[in-house]
């Protein structure tokens, strides 16, 4: 049987063999305290000195609502109370922590006699209990196993965390620099109610990254969009303002208009730069008043409305060209989000392709479809003028013309295994050293292929053990 507290060296022999079994394969633990609550004075003072021989950080007071106040204040990782105590009792101490502190493990302390009482203790949500008088092995036993299962909820909690965020601008896929500044800069902004200008080529996700906008900002109305360019003109103002009814011939009936369709949400309005000159007036408008005025009414109604707009064109030379307002582009321009072009950021490439691989062989009921080494070496070296949208497409005519289980440089269209529309050239001088000819070669096809070795050698038609052995001699990274 474990000896008493303060036995000698018999008992510190046992505590360091529970200590130890209480580790298993040296799991981390939550990174928070132990708080160890009793009014039993010389009690309380051999269960910190305990466990701060196993290296924790513990903090021990004797009333119950100067541990409310830590719990508040502090990580607590376990939570060692007593249950019979003057003021806040231990089953009270234990259901406030549930709301105060959820992640922190709690261990109650009873009288032998009052096992009953433990026992309703768990149904509460203890994680465990030791009865006095208390034994220096079962303290360590019960309080590492609780520093394990907080370590877990910590563990998890932030995980949990760590995913939300990702799934927040789960679209934007890729971890190149250039993609991750412009997801910081949508999940800065999002809260807020300003304007966002999208400003990148055709192809880059302009209307990906505003979904994204909408999700991260919490608004609750929906996300309407408008393709500024694809509506003619003498019917726009009629899609974005809506109409009464008899306004014009065929409006047989009031409508809607996509700023109030969009009220409490957000409205995209894509492709900004072919607004009418007119509209634009207008447009600046609802963006200083908040409100909108139906064609054919002469009276105006609010709207709680985002806008975010996207341009595929230099807004600044429109301006500059006379094509486009400047008091609408500088009230646009509030916060510009570039979307990067896809040869911009290489290195996101297989990630992209691998996403969309998954995507299309699920709409086309097929299985597991893997990308060969020269497939992927070939959606490497091409330079993407589409950009994603053209990989997209690319990765959607593989899943559907693959025979097999495997994407090859057959499945993909022709001008992209041959690099056609932009790959790199490199141009060397005549008289250049074959050694000097060599190392550019391999720093230039890293770059293509984001540092990848692997895929660099297969382009080159060298093995992986040459670039690294050349690599070495240049002094560059292993």
Known sequence: MSEPLGSGAQAQAAADAAAQAARPGGRGYAGGVVLVVDDDASNLSSVQKILQREGLDVLGVSDGREALA??????????????????????????????????TAVVVMTAYGTVETAVAAMKEGAHDFITKPLRRADVVRAVMRSMDRAALHFENMSLREELERAGRSRDIVGTSPAIRRAVELLEQVAPARTTVLLQGESGTGKEVAARALHRLSGRKGPLVAVNCAAIPENLLESELFGHERGAFTGAVAATLGKFQQADGGTLLLDEIADLPLGLQAKLLRVLQEGEVQRVGS???MRVDVRVVAATNRDLEAEVAAGRFRSDLFYRLHVICVEMPALRERGEDIPGLAQ????????????????ISPEAMAALQAYTWPGNVRELENAMERAVVLARGDTIGPGDLPERIVRAEG?????????????????????????????????????????????????????????
Do not use: W
Not at 74 to 101: F, I, K, Y
Not at 355 to 370: C, I, M, Q, S
Not at 423 to 450: C, F, H, M, N, Q
């Open 422 to 478: 932009g790959s790199r050239i490199l141009t060397i001088s005549v008289g250049t050293p074959l050694e000097e000819i060599e190392r550019l070669a391999i720093a230039e096809t890293l770059k293509l292929t984001g540092g990848d070795k692997r895929r660099a050698a297969l382009l080159l038609g060298i093995a992986v053990r040459t670039i690294y052995r050349r690599l070495g001699e240049q002094g560059g990274p292993r």
């Open 70 to 103: 830590i719990l508040r204040r502090e990580r607590v990782a376990v939570l060692l109370t007593d249950l019979m105590m003057p003021g806040v009792d231990g089953m009270e101490l234990l259901r406030a922590c549930q709301t105060t502190s959820p992640g």
């Open 298 to 300: 002469a009276v105006p």
């Open 355 to 370: 996403h969309f691989l998954r995507r299309f062989a699920a709409v086309n009921h097929k299985g597991l479809l893997v």
